[in-house]
Each structure stands twice: as C-alpha cells, then as structure tokens.
C-alpha cells in the first residue's frame, strides 16, 4: 500500500524559511511526477510546484522565485524549500506522487507563518 507522509511544517515568522518533507513507501510504479500543493479551509487546492521524473520543474505564481522543489528519486523524496514566507503562505501543504494511471496524496502538514 502507498503512503506518503509529509514532514517540516510548523511555525515561522513572515520573511522566514521552511523545508518540507515528503517520503513515500510502498511504490511499484515509476514516479512521472512529485507535486506539492495547498489548501486553505473553503478554497480550491492550489498547485504549488511539480517536479517531473526528468527534473523539469514548475512553479505557481505566487511562490515562484521564493520556494524551490527538489527530490531524491532513489528515496522516493520530494523536497520543498520555502524561504521568504509570508502570512498568505499559511495553510496545509500536500504532498503528491503518481505516475500512469496512479495517483498518491499525503495527508499534509500545516504551515503558519506569523506576520
């Protein structure tokens, strides 16, 4: 069975940085993509970055410039440095993995940024 489980969200004041986590275990299939979103209570989920199985990488454009995804293809790791984090950045983050005709979520984690 799949599981992904996010890691390093928490507390931090506006301007400053955070570094979430997300590992998967239980994986048969070839990852074609790791994804980080977010969701806010009442608000659609919004795409955060995506890093595919070759290393392209894309960005939404309220984080672009500010965050950077990166991943451990060997560990089924996907990476996401937040810095510059500002108080709208303040909601759940999950984690996303799926390849054809598979899709995996975590269960997120929260991240608060304090202005």
């Known amino acids: 069975q799949v599981r992904l489980v996010e890691s390093g969200g928490g507390l931090v004041q506006a301007g400053g940085s955070l570094r979430l986590s997300c590992v998967a275990s239980?994986?048969?299939?070839?990852?074609?993509?790791m994804s980080w979103y977010r969701q806010a209570p009442g608000k659609q989920r919004e795409l955060v970055s995506t890093i595919t199985r070759y290393g392209g990488t894309n960005y939404g454009d309220s984080v672009n410039g500010r965050f950077t995804i990166s991943r451990d293809s060997a560990k089924n790791t996907v990476y996401l440095q937040m810095n510059s984090l500002k108080p709208e950045d303040t909601t759940v983050y999950l984690c996303?993995?799926?390849?054809?005709?598979?899709?995996?979520w975590g269960q997120g984690t929260q991240v608060t940024v304090s202005s």
């Open positions: 996303n993995m799926g390849g054809i005709y598979k899709d995996n």
């Open positions: 239980g994986i048969t299939y070839t990852v074609q993509y």
